[in-house]
């Protein structure tokens, strides 16, 4: 029988309110991600002190010090080379920002657990579920720093694997809790379910998983600049040099080209599995929340659609490109909502269960 969490009624509020927050703060903590990356700031900050280091340089001397160091950086010597103070304020911001907020989103998650669980309105499966959450977000900061790493020898770009990995874990982590949230939740009254159907939402799932992977590839290599035409490639379908690395697989995950035809590709692909799945899944929605599932899957892969277009064709704008990345966790977030509503979990309350 499916696993299902329980939580005292009289704590359901608080506990979901918490919940909620915390889903709130990781989306947010993904779109400060996105807009770190574009504006360059990620490789500003050359040291990491999970614990110490939530100020940032208070005094003139403090931020030459700073400075200083973020000059011996590849990424200084060879991209940056002509800032000034006052330009290396600008992109240390960002990524002050980040990383202050990730300290944040600890304290948030951490403090109210710690609280809930000795009032005893986190017990059991639930507490566990939500430990293992917590260790996700710290394994996300170590992922972060490793990721940043990779960016400050040699080559001033962060290995776009990393990246992709670094981004992948923040969306689980996003993922995990909305679970967990609609497990708590209050149910429709019995409700049919078919398995094909869940099956159908899963696959939808893991397709637009892989294109948020090749969107992460695309932001690691900067392979959004390549082609600034749609739906055509600089004035081909199907660009060439797509496939000229050795051996051919490489090409999927090395090949600036290749990386961008994908994503492109999957793009496609995507909008016509969401609205697919919505045209067999709809015949079979007999909750409000099984509908809002359906309506949410034909609206999302458009707008993301269309985002994606318009960020290449602007020439990837930080505002466009990180509302294009906003919506796409949004959309993964709608693929899990639907595969939730409809399994056999969206069946069962389990509050009365919790009696």
Known sequence: ????????????????????????????????????RLTGSGLSMVEWHPLMGALPPLTHEAW??????????????????????KDFKSI?????????????LGVVFFIPWVILIRRKHLTGRLARHTAVAFVMGGLQGVLGWYMVQSG????????????????????????????????????????SWNPRIRK???????????QTLYGAFMAGRRAGWLSSTFPDMNGSMIPTGWWALTPGWRNLVANDLTIHFVHRSLGWLTVAAALAFCAWA?????TPRQ???????????????????????LGVPTSVAVTHQACG??????????AHSFSERARSNPYEQAG
């Open 1 to 36: 029988m499916t696993e299902t969490l329980s939580v005292p009624p009289r704590n359901y509020r608080a506990v979901v309110l918490w919940l909620a927050v915390l889903y709130g703060m990781v989306f947010l903590m993904v779109i400060i991600g996105g807009i770190t």
């Open 64 to 85: 030459l010090e700073v400075f200083a160091k973020y000059k011996a950086t590849p990424q200084y010597e060879q991209v940056n080379h002509w800032m000034e103070l």
């Open 92 to 104: 240390f911001l960002w990524e002050y920002i980040h990383r202050l907020f990730g300290r944040l």
């Open 152 to 191: 400050l020898v040699e080559v001033p770009e962060v290995s776009h694997y990393r990246l992709a990995a670094h981004l992948g874990l923040a969306l689980l982590v996003a993922q995990y809790l909305l679970w967990i949230l609609l497990d708590l939740s209050p149910k429709g009254r019995g409700p």
């Open 200 to 210: 159908g939402a899963w696959a939808l799932v893991g397709l637009i998983s892989l």
């Open 282 to 286: 709809r015949r079979h929605a007999e």
């Open 291 to 313: 509908r809002w599932a359906v309506h949410l899957l034909i609206g999302l892969p458009l707008l993301q659609f269309g985002l994606g277009a318009a960020t290449v064709i």
């Open 329 to 338: 966790a949004l959309l993964l977030s709608a693929s899990v909502f639907a």
